[in-house]
DNA sequence: TATTTATTGTTGCACAAGCAGATACCACGC
DNA sequence: GCGTGGTATCTGCTTGTGCAACAATAAATA
């Protein structure tokens, strides 16, 4: 075993850690968004990231990349939200490919109706994950990543 | 704004950034695992807890726990594998509900064919993640979790 | 201008996931 | 012993996902 060897089981255990947190929230986020305001965590993701664009548009292409979804997937998903009349696409001139997509005064609500669940779970997984002595250096090293005081 | 609620966006926050690094990592080693050793993620993380289990077996339950997945997705990811001749079922004397899991052979030896890639992936997905602002700061952190020298 | 090449978004298909219900088994009280 | 409640796993059904092929538009090039 050499430093190199190290090195990657140190990258090793570090995804393995981040994957398992990971998993801990989206299953609970996942529970309760479904039973608060029947929308999944990617559902939610949409939304939330809309909501904080300026402007309020994004295409189809940077909702994929900001929910790492397929391009099928996102179209899809963009289409259930419409569906439920949450989100509205709008052609773009300029571009006649490119879609844009608004959330609607009714995605709006829901999504606010939606945030405290989705902050308070977040809460109850993190302080969950830190009783896990695997993850809990992770937790504590999250809110170091941008904490701005 | 008070104290609380800048808590609150810092969890928020934390999470995005865990999420959009947990997405970025596992579509890299999601296509080059497929591609190479006609493996899922999950699945290598099957044969990859399994074999670091040491002679230990594990059992449905615990897999599901460590893969995050429902106790019926568990079933048929052992099914899939056992299918393959990678693993096998072993019904446990003491507990007769219980199914223990074991490596085989071939599954030793695919895993071990599969690891490579998947380390390199890793690497590579985290290299890129290093490049991308809000991302950088946790692929900074996630060594320092379980770093020992 | 005409023709190729690249990009953006949608659809057909096969597969994996979760939920709810079923089955087999353990543990405890009577 | 018998029944009750709880646990471990499997199956039926519905839904979401990715891949590959497609249509429409833009950009590049001759």
Same mark, same amino acid.
């Given at each position: 075993m050499g430093i190199k060897d190290d090195a990657v089981e140190v990258r090793a255990q570090g995804w393995r850690t981040l994957a398992a947190l990971h998993g801990l /929230?989206? %299953?609970? $986020?996942? *529970?309760? $968004?479904q039973a608060e305001a029947q929308l999944s965590v990617v559902e939610y993701t949409v939304l =939330? +990231? $809309?909501? *904080?664009? =300026?402007?309020?548009h994004m295409r189809m292409q940077q909702l994929a990349r900001a929910t +790492? $979804?397929? +391009? %099928? #997937? &996102? &179209?899809?998903?963009?289409?259930?939200?419409e569906d439920r009349g949450l989100l509205t696409r709008i052609l773009c001139a300029d571009d006649? *490919?490119? /879609?844009? &997509?608004? !959330?609607? #005064?009714?995605?709006?609500? !829901?999504?606010?109706? #939606?945030?405290?669940t989705h902050d308070a779970t977040l809460e109850r997984a993190l302080a969950e994950a830190q009783d896990i002595p695997e993850l809990a250096p992770l937790v504590d090293a999250l809110p170091k990543l941008h904490a701005h005081a």
């Amino acid at each position: 075993m050499g430093i190199k060897d190290d090195a990657v089981e140190v990258r090793a255990q570090g995804w393995r850690t981040l994957a398992a947190l990971h998993g801990l /929230i989206e %299953s609970e $986020l996942e *529970r309760s $968004l479904q039973a608060e305001a029947q929308l999944s965590v990617v559902e939610y993701t949409v939304l =939330d +990231a $809309l909501s *904080r664009q =300026d402007g309020w548009h994004m295409r189809m292409q940077q909702l994929a990349r900001a929910t +790492a $979804l397929s +391009a %099928s #997937a &996102t &179209t899809r998903l963009v289409n259930r939200l419409e569906d439920r009349g949450l989100l509205t696409r709008i052609l773009c001139a300029d571009d006649r *490919r490119g /879609i844009y &997509t608004e !959330l609607t #005064a009714s995605g709006i609500k !829901l999504l606010e109706e #939606a945030r405290p669940t989705h902050d308070a779970t977040l809460e109850r997984a993190l302080a969950e994950a830190q009783d896990i002595p695997e993850l809990a250096p992770l937790v504590d090293a999250l809110p170091k990543l941008h904490a701005h005081a």
